[in-house]
């Protein structure tokens, strides 16, 4: 029943997809899209609280997949949402055949993360995740100028050696059980119970080579080159998939590997290998995000501190696995938050920098006083920037205290230490252009009444982003017990 669940799961976007592409009116598309989404969620609530069902094929949901299925589905919802105020508003800017290609896009995208993450099999997991490069592809040329069309290939390129390497590390860990005189094997569950007899250097090599793939996907650093780029040029709503979605996705696949790694007795060198490139990524996102002007580049890099810290998570082990899985949840909801509102940003003030930028012959102003120009964007940029930070009492502060605390229990001293400093810098960094955008006063421009109608805000542009935030507060107060169980089932489905 596990593998039928699975794959009407992933068919109902996909057919979505396939309808989107045929109908002839936006207005149809703006109704399929949210009904797959509500479908997804219907489905993904009922693989949550269902009757459990045992994995015996290539598809099968564990409790790891919990909690990512969970954030996928939401975002995936809340995006839909969003997409009828945002593309609506784009058909008056000259972008109407686009939409065609956007919801298409975006629909069969969720098919290949819903696969990713259903998928027991590290080959079928390989086809999805290549899959959903090439669906992100298109969405990264939305905008159809010379720097979309730059992000788009420096994605398509990194994209391409990383999930090269990720296939060559599964040929190292297929012949690591070929090796050792086992029966070849891909499914996870199968490498688990041969990991003891698997060969040691097959499958560190494979460990290497498989985290420096997903890696890629995940955007830790030095393989985040891509980031930057991708999601400063992509719409805020795809920039929320990216950044809430398929980094998920990818980290799923890393935690599946890492568990194989452990119950193969190399355990401890990965989990060195985790922490280190987890600190890295910190820092690289704290020395970008000091002087950062432009908006959706400092989501970039914060997207790269939280990989970071989901690998800590995952290398620390213990409760700070359990705070990884919880983070997974409460970093995929807020990127959404913040990647839409800072959509919204985009399209009243012309541009993403708060330095203001020329685009054509339009000498666009900086970004400031937000609160006065769109009361309700402002509130929800700036709670979203105290939630992203990990401020209390947003869930974000409770995933990234029990990675604290995980810290100490594995008496990592150092680390612990570079964590919190580097937490600070962040929400120092960050604070500076949070605060110079919502203060002020906005600067003076020709009045445009068609555009101020445009950009203003609306039910379908700011209500998924107070959603979202809403979901985050609840499960920060504690009144989302079924998160937390979910985190903490998925943490110890990762233990070999």
């Known amino acids: 029943m596990g593998d039928w669940l699975g794959l009407v799961q992933a068919l109902a976007p996909l057919v979505a997809a396939g309808l989107c592409a045929l109908v002839p009116t936006d207005h149809v598309r703006s109704l399929i899209a949210p009904t797959a989404a509500v479908a997804h969620l219907g489905l993904t609530l009922f693989s949550l609280f269902g009757p459990s069902r045992p994995s015996v094929g290539m598809l099968g949901f564990d409790a790891a997949a919990a909690p990512v299925l969970l954030v996928v589905s939401l975002l995936f919802?809340?995006?839909?949402?969003?997409?009828?105020?945002?593309?609506?508003?784009?058909?008056?800017?000259?972008?109407a055949a686009s939409a065609r290609i956007f919801y298409s896009c975006q629909l069969a995208l969720v098919a290949a993360l819903t696969v990713v993450i259903w998928s027991q099999h590290l080959g079928l997991t390989w086809v999805a995740m290549e899959a959903s490069a090439l669906c992100i592809a298109p969405l990264l040329y939305f905008h159809k100028t010379a720097h979309s069309i730059e992000a788009t290939w420096k994605y398509l390129l990194v994209s391409s050696v990383?999930?090269?390497?990720?296939?060559?590390?599964?040929?190292?860990?297929?012949?690591?059980?070929l090796h050792s005189g086992s029966v070849a094997s891909l499914r996870f569950d199968d490498l688990v119970a041969q990991a003891p007899t698997l060969s040691a250097p097959w499958v560190h090599a494979a460990w290497v080579l498989l985290l420096v793939g997903y890696g890629t996907k995940m955007g830790l650093a030095p393989l985040h080159t891509w980031k930057p780029d991708a999601y400063g040029e992509a719409p805020g709503v795809v920039g929320a998939m990216l950044a809430g979605g398929v980094t998920a996705g990818a980290f799923l696949v890393l935690a599946r590997v890492h568990r194989v790694v452990v119950a193969a007795g190399i355990g401890d060198q990965a989990d060195r290998l985790l922490i280190l490139i987890g600190v890295v990524s910190m820092a690289v996102a704290a020395a970008f995000l000091i002087q950062q002007r432009d908006l959706k580049r400092m989501l970039a890099y914060s997207s790269v501190e939280h990989m970071g810290i989901l690998a800590l998570g995952l290398g620390a082990g213990g409760i700070a696995a359990t705070g990884a899985m919880l983070h997974v949840v409460n970093n995929g909801l807020l990127k959404g938050l913040m990647f839409m509102t800072v959509g919204n940003v985009q399209r009243a003030y012309g541009t993403k920098r708060v330095d203001g930028e020329v685009i054509g012959e339009t000498r666009h102003p900086g970004i400031q006083g937000l609160l006065r120009k769109r009361p309700i964007t402002g509130m929800l940029f700036l709670f979203g920037f105290f939630?992203?930070?990990?401020?209390?009492?947003?869930?974000?502060?409770?995933?990234?205290?029990?990675?604290?605390?995980?810290?100490?229990?594995?008496?990592?001293?150092?680390?612990?230490?570079?964590?919190?400093?580097?937490?600070?810098?962040?929400?120092?960094?960050?604070?500076?252009?949070?605060?110079?955008?919502?203060?002020?006063?906005?600067?003076?421009?020709?009045?445009?009444?068609?555009?101020?109608?445009?950009?203003?805000?609306?039910?379908?542009?700011?209500?998924?982003?107070?959603?979202?935030?809403?979901?985050?507060?609840?499960?920060?107060?504690?009144?989302?017990?079924?998160?937390?169980?979910?985190?903490?089932?998925?943490?110890?489905?990762?233990?070999?």
């Open 387 to 496: 939630a992203v930070t990990g401020s209390p009492p947003f869930g974000l502060f409770l995933s990234e205290l029990a990675i604290a605390y995980g810290l100490y229990a594995a008496d990592r001293p150092v680390v612990l230490g570079l964590y919190l400093a580097l937490l600070v810098v962040i929400f120092i960094g960050m604070g500076r252009t949070v605060l110079h955008v919502v203060q002020g006063v906005p600067a003076a421009l020709p009045h445009d009444e068609a555009h101020e109608h445009r950009t203003r805000d609306t039910v379908t542009t700011v209500g998924p982003a107070l959603v979202l935030l809403a979901l985050v507060l609840l499960v920060g107060l504690g009144l989302c017990p079924p998160v937390l169980r979910l985190a903490e089932a998925a943490a110890e489905g990762l233990a070999p």
């Open 77 to 95: 919802v809340a995006c839909t949402v969003y997409d009828i105020g945002y593309l609506g508003a784009t058909r008056h800017e000259g972008r």
């Open 162 to 177: 990383g999930i090269a390497l990720a296939l060559l590390g599964s040929f190292f860990l297929a012949y690591a059980s």
